[in-house]
């Protein structure tokens, strides 16, 4: 699975773990290594929905972003509690519709123009069922730019992941096996027993995850049959995912990066399309976690490319964006970035931003010329410059708080001060 089953990321542990809150018995962690305890420890710190119920008080003011261009800010992604997926508020806008017309006129094409249908989605993707799930497959590189190809390429994505549901999901009772060989409770590594309940471990942890996702969305969360249709699918692809990269395995949190997938491929209008979302958001979901691999991997926290590396990037863009921030956060009131930006970086902002917010983040993260890691470092510089007023009055203990429990703020300003940060001289290279 192009590099991420090999040796080089075995025995990794729980990676995505909840950063330590200032009112913590424990007090804050010093260091990664104690930040071992789960994401969702504290419910309220991770649902996107939450976000509403903080207080005025910690609003912010756009800081040194400059306000949003008149007509540059899209109307925000529309998600009913229903989980049915309805036309954003500006849809009847002629702006939109002649936005949702170049992006229909781009995907129908022959021969899709990539380097067109990147610069149109950075700027978002209307919201026209259908269009983001096609948009982000391509991006996701999933789907080649040449529409013929998809139909054949769909077909042959579709039966390995079948075969793979087939293959990696045990039920020991239909192996053959004597009973003398494979025991219930035999310790033999190769008792299909043994595999089942290590396997039942496992998928028993993503579906503590998965059940926790966005509780405030009746498609992930319902008790009607669909909705646990939905959770099933995405329990299946993030074991499965597991079960392929032993080295990795599930993680605690992944379920965050799989949710926004699965749900725009599932509510794709074309019925062919959504009955096959669980594979389709398989395997964008594994483009995604190989684009973010060395994140993940414990053994490379202290190495040029693990987690720590790309904190200290962040650290040293923000040193050259915005010196006195830097200097203010690191060396007076000396918040170690570690506290939180370790979950905006691993979660890529699920947990920040409501989710059609995040959504909208994901358009311009996929799209980015730049790459995605270097887009994801300009974001998170522009949400600490968003607020740079809060924080350059602000001690440890209220700018901990602040940044772990980031306010909220309109998605658009921070992606427009990000815009204008990259024509800045840039320390994430």
């Known amino acids: 699975m192009d590099g991420l089953a090999d040796g080089r990321l075995s025995g990794a542990s729980v990676r995505l773990i909840e950063l330590a809150r200032l009112q913590s018995a424990k007090g804050v962690p010093r260091d990664l290594k104690d930040m071992k305890h789960g994401m969702h420890a504290n419910n309220a710190c991770l649902d996107p929905l939450s976000q509403s119920q903080q207080t005025d008080e910690l609003r912010p003011a756009p800081g040194n972003c400059a ?13 009913p509690d229903s989980g049915h ?29 990539l380097k067109q249908l990147r610069r149109m989605a950075f700027h978002g993707i209307p919201e026209k069922e259908g269009l983001r799930a096609a948009t982000w497959k391509i991006l996701l590189n999933y789907l080649p730019p040449e529409r013929k ?26 192996q053959e096996a004597s009973a003398a060989a494979d025991h219930p409770l035999s310790q033999s590594s190769s008792s299909k027993w043994n595999a089942f309940f290590k396997d039942a471990e496992m998928m028993e942890q993503i579906d503590r995850d998965v059940l926790r996702t966005h509780p405030g ?37 992944m379920n965050e990066l799989l949710a926004p997938l699965y749900y725009h491929f599932r509510l794709d ?3 062919d399309n959504s009955a096959h979302a669980e594979a389709d958001a398989f395997f964008c979901f594994m483009d995604i976690i190989s684009e973010f691999r060395d994140n993940f991997c414990q053994q490379l926290d202290n190495s040029e490319v693990g987690i720590r590396a790309t904190i200290s ?3 040293a863009l923000l040193q050259t964006l915005d010196p006195e921030l830097w200097y ?40 980015d010329p730049a790459g995605r890691t270097d887009c994801l470092l300009r974001v998170c510089c522009a949400m600490l410059i968003n ?12 700018n901990l708080k602040l940044l772990q429990r980031y306010p909220p703020v309109d998605a658009h300003i921070i992606l427009h001060c990000a815009e204008q940060l990259a024509s800045k001289p840039s320390a994430v290279s």
Request: hydrophobic share 40%; net charge positive; proline share 5%.
């Open 269 to 271: 209008p074309d019925r």
């Open 149 to 174: 190809a998809w139909k054949e390429l769909l077909e042959q994505k579709r039966a390995a992941y079948k075969q793979f549901r087939q293959e990696l999901i045990i039920d020991p009772k239909k």
């Open 313 to 315: 990037r962040l650290s």
């Open 217 to 253: 969305l009746h498609f992930f969360s319902g008790d009607d049959g669909a909705a646990v249709t939905h959770r099933e699918e995405m329990k299946r692809a993030l074991f499965i995912f597991a079960k392929l990269n032993p080295g990795l395995r599930y993680v605690q949190g």
């Open 85 to 113: 997926h309805q036309q954003a508020s500006s849809g009847s806008s002629p702006s939109h519709r002649l936005r949702q017309r170049r992006f229909e006129e781009e995907l129908a094409a022959g021969n899709i123009n």
């Open 328 to 367: 203010h956060l690191n060396h007076k009131v000396k918040v170690n970035p570690q506290f939180y930006a370790f979950r905006w970086i691993t979660l890529l902002l699920t947990q920040e931003f409501s989710f059609p917010d995040a959504v909208r983040l994901w358009d311009t993260l996929f799209s």
């Open 67 to 79: 306000a949003v261009p008149p007509g540059e800010t899209a109307t925000n992604s529309h998600l």
């Open 387 to 398: 607020v740079r007023g809060d924080l350059l009055q602000g001690d440890f203990a209220t």
